[in-house]
């Protein structure tokens, strides 16, 4: 949607860190979220952020928040073809805003 | 509980027909959420239920769109006199009031509507 932005493509070689970057309009989003879609799959959430934090480490993720620029990354260390799918942005008011998602693709 | 169930998981009509697709949410959420989704986009919000008080609808579900959640359990969405430009996938969601919005939300599948 227009309130949040992806870049829409991003290519890496397995074992190389992935960076999907995102921007948002509404400041007052309390909660970001990305979330995962495979071909033919519906929407698996893969982590979450609070608005009162600006990183979050979940294994291979890491999740950094820039409020005052309103910018929201996610990072996968050591992207494995697996990896490769859509990843969307998303952020809640009161119903959830999804970006029009970043085609990772990995590279053997 | 096998997750939020979506039916059919495709259906190709012809234009003009009307279309109901089910949403069976995980038991345990009181908030039910249907999403459109077109290719190389994200999902668009639609409407969403908290138990069967239907609590919010986008100006995008014109008057061919209806949904329902008569008992607080599953949801429809019907489309009469579907058009072309209905092409989508329909994605139901569900979420607890209670858990909290850190746990996001659970995703069906979808439905896959092909308008001909």
């Known amino acids: 949607g227009e309130d949040v932005e992806q870049s829409l493509f991003l290519s890496v070689r397995e074992g190389d860190s992935s960076v999907i970057n995102c921007t948002y309009t509404?400041?007052?989003?309390?909660?970001l979220y990305w979330y995962k879609q495979e071909p033919g799959a519906g929407l698996q959430l893969l982590t979450y952020i609070f608005s009162n934090m600006d990183m979050k480490q979940d294994q291979r993720l890491t999740v950094l928040l820039n409020k005052k620029d309103k910018h929201l990354s996610l990072r996968i260390a050591d992207t494995q073809t697996g990896d490769s799918a859509i990843y969307f942005c998303a952020v809640n008011n009161n119903d959830m805003r999804f970006g029009a998602g970043t085609r990772l693709t990995v590279k053997p | 509980d096998t997750g939020v169930s979506q039916d059919p998981r495709h259906k190709i009509t012809k234009r003009g027909q009307n279309v109901t697709f089910r949403c069976d949410p995980i038991?345990?959420?009181?908030?039910l959420y249907w999403y459109r989704q077109t290719l190389g986009q994200g999902p668009e919000f639609l409407t969403y239920?908290?138990?069967?008080?239907?609590?919010?609808k986008s100006r995008l579900l014109s008057d061919r769109f209806s949904a329902e959640r008569p008992k607080g359990s599953f949801s429809t969405l019907e489309i009469q006199r579907t058009e072309q430009g209905d092409s989508a996938m329909y994605l139901c969601a569900s979420s607890s009031s209670i858990q909290g919005a850190s746990y996001g939300y659970t995703f069906g599948s979808g439905t896959r509507l092909t308008v001909v």
């Open positions: 509404d400041s007052s989003s309390t909660y």
């Open positions: 038991s345990e959420h009181n908030r």
């Open positions: 239920f908290q138990n069967e008080a239907q609590l919010e």
